[in-house]
């Protein structure tokens, strides 16, 4: 079987990000399998971290639709904007929401005043009290009014959402409903229970609960990128649990090198362990940077042998964690923090490194976080340090005996530091049978559109 597939994402390209790219993968190579992919996003999207490279990485012919998009982080960031010019004209730093320095050791963010800080908080919350789910509900209707004039003039067969944001769940939900379609629902992350998401107040955890639940009673499929996720949702679930899918995550081997030797960027003659992606937690790098300095205070002679170099966006929380290691008397000469980098160029570095570091801090629902990148990581073949806590993350590298996992305190941080520079390197590939290539991911996914738009075609015979 084969047909036409709305795929509502309001992430995608130009906006950049370890999150668009399972969206981006799916739409490449869904053509092999016989479905035309159309993408539905948004024009000029509110997002932080933009990768113009990325757009310029879309298969030929792709057709991307794209609505208005009226978000309210637009004013924020076009006032913030306003503020920096203000502050570098007076000569102050102009430290940012959401920026990271490329330069080896990072300054500090500027602290904010009293005032705009309570401005900051008071526009925060009033943005989650009117705009829900989330801001980009108010890119929904207009979402809506495209996706049907997309199907009048090219009919499609199924329509396929991907959150976050939840509100491209509504969208597609309306589309699908309007045009009498199947729609499939994927969530990239788990929406209640998200181990970084702020606590919802009462009103809002009562409205969750009940969207939720609509959203997945109402898709003929809902798919999630780990078993542990897809496991708490059948849990709250239970009667919907035989529509639940789990594709995972995975690498695209056209994106990486063909040869890269571990080690070929460094000129320093240091053993390099490479981190990439953001971090949005409060203490996943303080107890990785604790537990490095532990690792130092044992064994000396590596603050002259190891670099651990950073890749990716930084909270402003973790700018101000990583300003404090930084500095010559502590971590400094031992990391580096590029900030976010295009992803074709971030790939290079993490072919190039001698080790890949992924992060992940304990608590609630942590352990049904993978990240997607450490599928990539698989992908490169280069030995992973997973300081992650018992969770999919861990089960992953278990099934394919790779890699070195470590618990997420700053003692199993420097007992895996001591047997990762210890190992010997690596003479196999990580996954030799592409269990976690995005070609065989992509499949299952048309399979599972064949199957959903089959039971349909099936319900209007009968």
């Known amino acids: 079987m084969s047909g036409r597939v709305l795929v509502v994402a309001h992430h995608f390209p130009p906006v950049g990000g370890v999150g668009i790219l399972r969206t981006l993968k799916f739409v490449k190579y869904l053509p092999d399998s016989g479905w035309e992919p159309i993408v539905l996003t948004a024009r000029n999207p509110g997002a932080a971290i933009r990768d113009e490279d990325s ?8 057709r991307v639709e794209r609505a208005f998009s009226p978000e309210p982080t637009k004013v924020r960031r076009a006032l913030a904007r306003v503020a920096r010019r203000g502050r570098r004209a007076a000569g102050g730093s102009a430290g940012g929401e959401g920026a990271t ?10 602290r904010a ?7 900051s908080a008071l526009w925060v919350a009033a943005i989650r009290a009117v705009f829900y789910p989330d ?15 997309i199907h009048r003039d090219a009919p499609i067969d199924v329509v396929y959402s991907s959150s976050a944001p939840v509100s491209c769940h509504l969208a597609a939900a309306l589309i699908a409903k309007r045009a009498g379609l199947p729609w499939v629902a994927d969530f990239r992350d788990p929406w209640i229970g998200n181990a970084f998401a702020a606590r919802p107040g009462r009103l809002h955890a009562y409205l969750q609960k009940r969207v939720e639940r609509r959203i997945v009673h109402l898709a003929a499929r809902v798919v999630f990128p780990t078993p542990g996720v897809a496991e708490a949702y059948a849990t709250r679930y239970p009667g919907a649990a035989h529509r639940f899918v789990v594709i995972t995550n995975g690498y695209d081997r056209s994106d990486l090198p063909s040869e890269a030797s571990p080690g070929a960027a460094a000129a320093d003659g240091r053993f390099h ?48 964690v990583a300003a404090r290691y930084a500095t010559p008397d502590r971590l400094g000469p031992m990391l580096s923090f590029a900030g976010f980098l295009p992803h074709r ?25 993978q990240g997607g990148k450490l599928t990539e990581y698989v992908g490169l073949d280069r030995p992973v340090l997973a300081v992650v ?35 010997p390197r690596p003479t196999r590939r990580a996954d030799p049978e592409g269990r976690y290539d995005r070609v065989n991911l992509t499949r299952r996914l048309a399979a599972l559109l064949d199957d959903v738009v089959a039971e349909r075609t099936g319900r209007v015979g009968v």
């Open 101 to 110: 320095t490329g330069a080896a050791v990072p300054t500090a963010p500027m």
């Open 389 to 423: 806590p018992q969770g999919d993350a861990r089960a992953l590298l278990r099934e394919l005996d790779w890699g070195i996992s470590a618990d997420p305190t700053p003692a199993g941080v420097a007992e895996a530091l001591e047997r990762l520079l210890a190992a």
């Open 273 to 320: 362990l490479v981190y990439g992606g953001s971090i949005h937690g409060e203490r996943e790098l303080e107890t990785f940077l604790d537990g490095l300095e532990l690792f130092v205070a044992r064994r000396p002679e590596v603050r002259d042998r190891l670099a651990v170099d950073f890749i990716g966006w930084l909270s402003l929380h973790n700018q101000a």
């Open 345 to 369: 160029e971030a790939v290079a570095r993490l072919a190039a490194a001698d080790a890949l570091l992924t992060v992940i801090g304990d608590g609630p629902n942590r352990g049904q976080i």
């Open 55 to 62: 757009e310029r990485t879309l298969p030929a012919g792709l």
């Open 113 to 119: 005043g009293p005032w705009s800080s309570r401005l």
């Open 135 to 149: 801001e980009q509900v108010v890119w929904a209707p207009f979402a809506v009014r495209l996706g049907l004039s």
